[in-house]
């Protein structure tokens, strides 16, 4: 197909213009085949271990610390290891985003538009399920994919939003310590790889585009603390929805600043000249050239806001009464009594076989909501009124004088967390994801089912059986 006739023609006459001696070499990386993406998973094995188990030909992306290329003919998004949780499939070029956010362990973070959850996940690893990562998406089928991203990468320390910019900084002023801008964009840096992105684009998409993504960011400012850092980005190229949105934004805050980045020989520097206007530190945002990396075309800036933060400052109480679970009914959050502590914790250490102290050493409190146990992270803030998808880690389900053990706490699980665990051949593996009992001569009660040592889910033993509680929602279909 002759690349000229299958782009607008508006968008590749401004990019000649715009590129200049650059352009054919622009062109000519529409012809060369896309490259695929997964990145390593850190909350479930190390490097080395995730070396050894995984199975397909893998190179490292250089700007992302466990990102990687895979190769056709794998299809890594097909694997049992994906299920687990193992690696998150991700297009390379986005994995730079949360490389330049520096996420660390034990802050507060926002994820604002986080669907469907690779740089939340992304994020999360970086964490170590210390510290809180909020992450928010305004469409709620999208939320809700967010929150199985979550879930089957076993992060401990999220909550997932499904609200609009304006209401979230009502909720969180003042609060974060970093925030990512993920923005919605024309999708252009997307166009090898996205025939919607091409069918959709129009001059008008691009206006509209970019007055959205100054309001976003606009929204975002106001929920990150004095001295925070806020990442913006795009998979697009035009410059009224990059330099164009940063120059808008920075002549209106005077308390941002571009900050100079560390980055990769191949990231190209942010170009000033291509907007009217332009404000001060253009030169240091980031512009990744699908004609100068393996990888699809984004846009990248690191925002400071001055100022330090003072420890006499006030955030809003960390105390919640009613929540609004979305897909469901109002339900009351209760304050968890310690009897109803002592008996969630009794679940864990004799059914599940954690140790005793397991909830002492997670980084959240116990709520309840409803008949549903969750850990909710310990610096959220009050969930009153705000639509909540996912309050923090899913432990269980109260049933009549007992408790179900939810799917997120296994998928959160090492298996050297418990002694109740079972090791399955690939052959078990791909019956128990689809829905299908298996044999056990010994065990009996709950049992942590994994492959390769990456947690699937649990499975209840009896009478020479392990019953299959994999979600039925979740279960493939036998190939």
Same mark, same amino acid.
């Given at each position: 197909?002759?690349?000229?006739?299958?782009?607008?023609?508006?968008?590749?006459?401004?990019?000649?213009?715009?590129?200049?001696?650059?352009?054919?070499?622009?062109?000519?990386?529409?012809?060369?085949?896309?490259?695929?993406?997964?990145?390593?998973?850190?909350?479930?094995?190390?490097?080395?271990?995730?070396?050894?188990?995984?199975?397909?030909?893998?190179?490292?992306?250089?700007?992302?610390?466990?990102?990687?290329?895979?190769?056709?003919?794998?299809?890594?998004?097909?694997?049992?290891?994906?299920?687990?949780?193992?690696?998150?499939?991700?297009?390379?070029?986005?994995?730079?985003?949360?490389?330049?956010?520096?996420?660390?362990?034990?802050?507060?973070?926002?994820?604002?538009?986080?669907?469907?959850?690779?740089?939340?996940? &992304?994020?999360?690893? /970086? *964490?170590?399920?210390?510290?809180?990562? !909020?992450? @928010? %998406?305004?469409?709620?089928?999208? #939320?809700?994919?967010?929150? &199985?991203?979550?879930? /089957? *990468?076993?992060?401990?320390?999220?909550? !997932?939003? @499904? %609200?609009?910019?304006?209401?979230? #900084?009502?909720?969180?002023?003042?609060?974060?310590? /970093?925030?990512?801008?993920?923005?919605?964009?024309?999708?252009?840096?997307?166009?090898?790889?996205?025939?919607?992105?091409?069918?959709?684009?129009?001059?008008?998409?691009?206006?509209?585009?970019?007055?959205?993504?100054?309001?976003?960011?606009?929204?975002?400012?106001?929920?990150?603390?004095?001295?925070?850092?806020?990442?913006?980005?795009?998979?697009?190229?035009?410059?009224?929805?990059?330099?164009?949105?940063?120059?808008?934004?920075?002549?209106?805050?005077?308390?941002?600043?571009?900050?100079?980045?560390?980055?990769?020989?191949?990231?190209?520097?942010?170009?000033?000249?291509?907007?009217?206007?332009?404000?001060?530190?253009?030169?240091?945002?980031?512009?990744?050239?699908?004609?100068?990396?393996?990888?699809?075309?984004?846009?990248?800036?690191?925002?400071?806001?001055?100022?330090?933060?003072?420890?006499?400052?006030?955030?809003?109480?960390?105390?919640?009464?009613?929540?609004?679970?979305?897909?469901?009914?109002?339900?009351?959050?209760?304050?968890?009594?310690?009897?109803?502590?002592?008996?969630?914790?009794?679940?864990?250490?004799?059914?599940?076989?954690?140790?005793?102290?397991?909830?002492?050493?997670?980084?959240?409190?116990?709520?309840?909501?409803?008949?549903?146990?969750?850990?909710?992270?310990?610096?959220?803030?009050?969930?009153?009124?705000?639509?909540?998808?996912?309050?923090?880690?899913?432990?269980?389900?109260?049933?009549?004088?007992?408790?179900?053990?939810?799917?997120?706490?296994?998928?959160a699980l090492h298996t050297e967390e418990t002694d109740r665990k079972a090791e399955l051949a690939e052959e078990e593996a791909g019956r128990y994801l689809c829905g299908e009992s298996l044999a056990c001569e010994t065990k009996?009660?709950?049992?942590?089912?994994?492959?390769?040592?990456?947690?699937?889910?649990?499975?209840?033993?009896?009478?020479?059986?392990?019953?299959?509680?994999?979600?039925?929602?979740?279960?493939?279909?036998?190939?």
């Amino acid at each position: 197909m002759n690349i000229k006739e299958s782009l607008p023609e508006a968008f590749l006459d401004r990019m000649a213009e715009l590129l200049g001696t650059e352009y054919d070499d622009f062109l000519a990386s529409y012809e060369k085949g896309r490259y695929y993406g997964l990145r390593r998973n850190p909350l479930k094995a190390s490097e080395k271990e995730f070396m050894e188990r995984i199975p397909f030909r893998l190179e490292t992306v250089s700007w992302a610390k466990e990102g990687y290329y895979y190769f056709m003919p794998d299809q890594p998004g097909r694997h049992i290891l994906h299920e687990a949780g193992a690696y998150y499939i991700q297009e390379p070029s986005a994995m730079a985003v949360v490389e330049i956010l520096d996420p660390r362990p034990g802050e507060r973070i926002l994820d604002l538009c986080a669907a469907p959850g690779g740089k939340s996940t &992304q994020i999360a690893g /970086r *964490m170590n399920g210390e510290g809180l990562l !909020v992450s @928010n %998406e305004i469409v709620q089928s999208r #939320a809700k994919i967010l929150s &199985q991203n979550i879930e /089957r *990468m076993g992060v401990r320390n999220c909550v !997932v939003c @499904n %609200e609009t910019p304006e209401r979230m #900084a009502d909720f969180f002023p003042t609060f974060f310590d /970093r925030i990512v801008v993920d923005a919605p964009c024309s999708g252009e840096g997307m166009f090898r790889k996205d025939e919607t992105a091409v069918a959709e684009w129009s001059e008008e998409h691009v206006v509209m585009c970019a007055d959205r993504q100054y309001s976003i960011l606009t929204e975002a400012a106001k929920m990150l603390k004095p001295g925070g850092v806020l990442v913006y980005s795009t998979c697009t190229f035009a410059a009224d929805e990059n330099e164009g949105v940063i120059s808008r934004f920075l002549n209106g805050h005077e308390d941002f600043v571009v900050e100079k980045i560390p980055h990769d020989a191949a990231f190209a520097p942010g170009r000033p000249e291509w907007v009217i206007e332009p404000a001060e530190g253009l030169s240091h945002t980031m512009r990744l050239m699908p004609h100068k990396l393996k990888g699809e075309g984004h846009y990248i800036a690191r925002l400071r806001r001055r100022g330090m933060w003072s420890a006499d400052a006030k955030d809003r109480e960390f105390k919640t009464r009613e929540n609004t679970i979305s897909g469901g009914k109002p339900k009351a959050q209760k304050d968890v009594s310690k009897s109803k502590i002592s008996s969630v914790q009794n679940f864990l250490t004799e059914e599940i076989g954690l140790s005793e102290d397991w909830i002492d050493r997670q980084y959240g409190r116990l709520e309840t909501f409803g008949e549903q146990i969750y850990l909710v992270p310990e610096d959220m803030v009050s969930m009153r009124g705000m639509k909540i998808v996912r309050p923090g880690l899913h432990l269980g389900t109260e049933k009549k004088n007992r408790i179900e053990p939810a799917h997120a706490l296994a998928l959160a699980l090492h298996t050297e967390e418990t002694d109740r665990k079972a090791e399955l051949a690939e052959e078990e593996a791909g019956r128990y994801l689809c829905g299908e009992s298996l044999a056990c001569e010994t065990k009996k009660g709950w049992i942590l089912l994994a492959y390769k040592g990456y947690p699937l889910g649990f499975g209840k033993a009896a009478n020479g059986q392990i019953k299959n509680h994999y979600p039925k929602g979740l279960r493939m279909t036998r190939r």
